[in-house]
């Protein structure tokens, strides 16, 4: 069974940093394209940003470039998102998702809250 676990989330000040960490189990972690996605309150879900299978292709949503960085490490089977400089307009659910290169099969986590708030 598939699970992406979401941690790391919570309440953080304008100008704060959080980082997010997203465990998996139940699959070929090296396999995957791994993402975070966010929902913020009667909003569409939206990219933040995605990390390909190797590591080395990346893409950011223009809302968080050069204040969000993703990263992963295979060996542990995790993702993360590290952001700086969090503003009110970052809060939202944020969403871990992987996407297998060949089957396009995928998988959502639970979701974790980010609140930005002064």
């Known amino acids: 069974q598939v699970q992406l676990v979401e941690s790391g989330g919570g309440w953080v000040q304008p100008g704060g940093s959080l980082t997010l960490t997203c465990a998996a189990s139940g699959l070929i972690f090296n396999a995957n394209a791994m993402t975070w996605y966010r929902q913020a309150p009667g909003k569409d879900r939206e990219l933040v940003a995605a990390?390909?299978?190797?590591?080395?292709?990346?893409t950011y949503a223009d809302s968080v470039k050069g204040r969000f960085t993703i990263s992963r490490d295979n060996s542990k089977k995790a993702v993360y998102l590290q952001m700086n400089n969090l503003k009110l307009e970052d809060t939202a659910v944020y969403y871990c998702h992987a996407d297998h290169i060949a089957t396009k099969l995928a998988w959502w986590g639970q979701g974790t809250q980010v609140t930005v708030l002064s």
């Open positions: 990390i390909n299978s190797y590591g080395d292709t990346i």
